[in-house]
């Protein structure tokens, strides 16, 4: 574990730049509407495990020969080629060789599982073990709503996705870049978007990775919200450090992860898989190359500062063989995700894969079936980290407003199927089948009536009313509910309490650091 200390309250800032708090801290929290978020996901249930021991045991001495005989690039970093040539690896150019052995026996320092705080204890998560944490998706460029149709986001866009995962009771992360911001300048969207995570919610959310300076205002946001003596001793941002497959490490990603290490925060180690393009077309052969990858990056992680919390990521798709386009939900996909599941518990490292993946362009029949296929697998696959469950389309181009809020409801069988089965005797219902013997019904007797609230998990969105009740209401389609819903749950939203002092600080901070720099959209 690498949380060394109680996580913070709520509402004061703690640590060497002052405490918050007061009358207007206390009144602000009291003022406050909590929205109730549903407890991490504790597996109850065994892991689906596809590969036999055999097979695991050819990837891992695959991916072993490909580190000793192929080698990474870590690319525009002699910092880094310097880490390794000390470490042992062979170092040529750019091109870095590790001995067998090597890179196994620096990731068994990172830990098995750790605690990502967030400023509302309560919401804080672990992630590793039989824990399966949910963030909203990460990276689009554009948005879609049934009203406004396809468009480059807004930085109202963003705001508008983390009230919703702030809304989302399944959902236990705010997550990081839920859409991008194309209306805020590049090197400054950073800065809008955090700030947007620490005050419009309080779920845990992940840091900037598109340059190491960006990673490090991060880190001093933090500070400011959590405390510096909080934040050097704990962990309060996990962050996305694409692999740039096959078998090369770049300078920016590295420089970002870097910093994170350094810092203690976690870093997800992830290679950006696309089979028969980035990966071979088979799936022993990318897990082979998954593996020599993740196991550089979480290697490298530990050079930079021993027991810093990584996980072992992958992101997975297959490629339409006519078009050359990205496909979702595939059965290659499935077998991917499940097998390197069972790598990561192998290694001893958390595991981030799946998603609410799909190619669809709409919220239709397709993205609903291309999604289930991945959410699912991601549950059976040992999952203890799925960014993207929620809001994704068109391939990762676009958040879709719709499809966040079915997406999010969905997450509720999730949780209800990693509960398993009780057996207890209320579960038993010997005494439902003695009241009602040969060919009475349920629906009236006590064990009934003392379950029905909970017997069953029931969406939110979707309409379970008879098809007269139906038609007479408009005949209204799935994304016509989500619309719906994306209104209500907007229209109840209240932020959560947050101290006037670090939320002033946290202005000010933004403010100074835009201005000390030029607007660059590149």
Same mark, same amino acid.
């Given at each position: 574990m690498t949380d060394a200390a109680t996580a913070p309250d709520a509402t004061p800032a703690r640590g060497r730049r002052g405490r918050g708090g007061g009358g207007a801290a206390r009144?602000?929290?009291?003022?406050?509407?909590?929205?109730?978020?549903?407890p991490t996901i504790e597996r109850k249930i065994p892991n689906l495990e596809m590969l036999s021991d055999k097979t695991l045991e050819i990837i891992e001495a695959n991916a072993e020969q490909v580190l000793e005989e192929i080698g990474v690039a870590f690319v525009d970093n002699p910092a880094a080629l310097d880490r390794w040539r000390a470490a042992g690896a062979m170092v040529d150019g750019e091109r870095v060789r590790l001995p067998k052995g090597l890179a196994r026996k620096l990731c068994a320092t990172a830990p098995a599982q750790f605690t990502q705080h967030a400023r509302n204890p309560a919401k804080s998560v672990v992630v590793g073990g039989n824990n399966l944490v949910l963030a909203p998706v990460y990276g689009p460029p554009f948005v879609r709503d049934a009203k406004g149709g396809r468009r480059y986001a807004t930085l109202e866009d963003f705001q508008t996705f983390v009230k919703l995962g702030y809304m989302s009771k399944w959902l236990h992360h705010s997550g990081g870049t839920v859409c991008e911001p194309t209306d805020v300048p590049v090197?400054?969207?950073?800065?809008?978007?955090l700030m947007a995570h620490m005050t419009l919610s309080d779920k845990p959310f992940m840091g900037s990775v598109t340059d190491p300076v960006r990673a490090r205002d991060s880190i001093e946001m933090c500070e400011i919200l959590f405390g510096e003596d909080f934040v050097a001793n704990n962990t309060v941002m996990t962050s996305l450090i694409n692999i740039n497959s096959p078998l090369t490490f770049d300078e920016t990603m590295m420089g970002a992860l870097e910093v994170y290490a350094a810092a203690n925060q976690a870093s997800i180690i992830s290679p950006f898989i696309v089979g028969g393009a980035m990966a071979p077309v088979s799936v022993v052969g990318t897990l082979t190359q998954v593996l020599a990858e993740v196991m550089a990056g979480v290697a490298y992680s530990q050079l930079v500062r021993?027991?810093?919390?990584?996980?072992?990521?992958?992101f997975v798709t297959s490629i339409d063989m006519n078009s050359g386009a990205p496909t979702f939900g595939t059965p290659e996909a499935a077998k991917i995700t499940n097998g390197a599941g069972?790598?990561?518990?192998?290694?001893?490292l958390p595991y981030r894969s799946a998603g609410s993946f799909c190619g669809s362009k709409l919220p239709d029949a397709q993205a609903a079936y291309e999604t289930a296929n @991945?959410?699912?697998? !991601?549950?059976?696959?040992?999952? $203890?980290?799925?960014?993207?469950?929620?809001?994704?389309?068109? +391939?990762?181009?676009?958040?879709?407003?719709?499809?966040?809020?079915?997406?999010?409801?969905?997450?509720?069988?999730?949780? @209800?199927?990693?509960? !398993?089965?009780?057996?207890?005797? $209320?579960?038993?219902?010997?005494?439902?089948?003695?009241?009602? +013997?040969?060919g009475g019904h349920y629906l009236g007797c006590a064990h009934t009536q003392a379950n029905f609230k909970t017997a069953f998990w029931r969406s939110e969105v979707f309409d379970y009313k008879p098809f007269e009740t139906w038609e007479e209401e408009g005949a209204r389609d799935s994304q016509t509910l989500a619309a719906s819903r994306v209104a209500k749950l907007l229209a109840d939203y209240q932020p959560p309490a947050l101290d006037p002092d670090v939320?002033?600080?946290?202005?000010?901070?933004?403010?100074?650091?835009?201005?000390s720099m030029p607007d660059s959209f590149m």
């Open positions: 009144r602000a929290e009291r003022s406050a509407v909590s929205f109730e978020t549903a090197n400054k969207r950073h800065l809008d978007m021993p027991g810093s919390p990584a996980i072992f990521g992958t069972q790598l990561a518990r192998r290694m001893g @991945s959410l699912n697998m !991601g549950l059976l696959s040992g999952v $203890n980290f799925m960014l993207h469950s929620c809001g994704w389309l068109e +391939g990762g181009l676009v958040a879709d407003f719709e499809k966040f809020v079915l997406d999010a409801d969905q997450l509720g069988t999730l949780h @209800s199927m990693a509960a !398993g089965v009780e057996d207890d005797e $209320n579960a038993q219902a010997m005494d439902a089948i003695r009241e009602v +013997g040969p939320k002033a600080r946290l202005e000010a901070y933004v403010a100074d650091k835009k201005a």
